[in-house]
């Protein structure tokens, strides 16, 4: 299994990775890196500070603790780097870039952001992973690009997102939806509940789920998967001491489909991860 990159964000969270977790330990990441990052960091901007053409930078620390799907499998615990840079045209963050486009402004308290992304994805496995996965193929990690477009607007924040594996491994592709609202507590705190969906096709489901004929064992049939809908819900919290000094922290949990549960690599019906982290802002 690979490892992952949590993000700091200096503009708004990516809504929409939210809900591949059941798929990529990369997504899972996301959501509660990146976004608890966007919304600590934005405490200490003024709100024309995304706009700058400066480039803005951040490093940290992060502990992320994540339960995968597959039977057998140990429970995922790792010290990640946290690292974000960012300016008017392309934000990178960990295993993702995104190359901004022109933003269309509907009102003054409502715009919709566009952007092109193209992302690393680590869900692949080797056939040492878990016992259940001996004599499987390996399942290759990849890349993968798309679009995206955010509904920035005072109640609620609206994200949906297209993407395609453009490595060749799966020749799959997933569209991402998610929502979240952000309360702030004072100057320093804040928190975010947010909710998403995460539709994959079938050839996503059969290649990380998936088992081909020639993988078959008595405890192993074979089986092909087909496109599914997993749901995902979590909170994400930030504490800013100032303007550099961050604390971080989220938690999520995905609810999987039918069709990734039905598989003979699958023993559960969710997945969940934890994260906490420090973050310095220049």
Known sequence: MSVIYPLISISRPPLVSISQASVSRMAAVSVLAVGLCTSATALAQEPNDAESSST?????????????????????????????????????????IEFKLPSLYISDSQALDFGIV????????????????????ERKDGFWAGG??????DF???????????????????????????????????????????WQDDKTIDYYFGVRDDEVRIDRPAYAGESAIDVEAGVRGAYMFDKHHSVLMGVEVTRLADEIKDSPLVDRSTTNSVFLGYVYRF
């Open 56 to 96: 803005t930078w951040g490093l940290g620390l992060g502990a992320m603790s994540e339960q995968e799907p597959y039977t057998g499998i140990d429970r995922d615990n790792q010290l990640l780097p946290l690292l974000e840079v960012e300016n008017r045209y392309i934000h990178l963050f960990g295993p993702q």
């Open 148 to 153: 995206k477009v955010e509904w920035d607007n």
């Open 118 to 137: 193209v992302q690393y994805d680590g869900s692949g496995y080797e056939e040492g992973d878990a016992d259940i996965l001996d004599g499987m193929s």
């Open 156 to 198: 609620v924040e609206v994200g949906a997102e297209w993407l395609a594996d453009v490595s060749g491994n799966s020749k799959g592709q997933r569209i991402n939806v998610g929502l979240e609202r952000t309360w702030h507590f004072g100057d320093h705190f804040l928190l975010t509940p947010h909710v998403g969906a995460s």
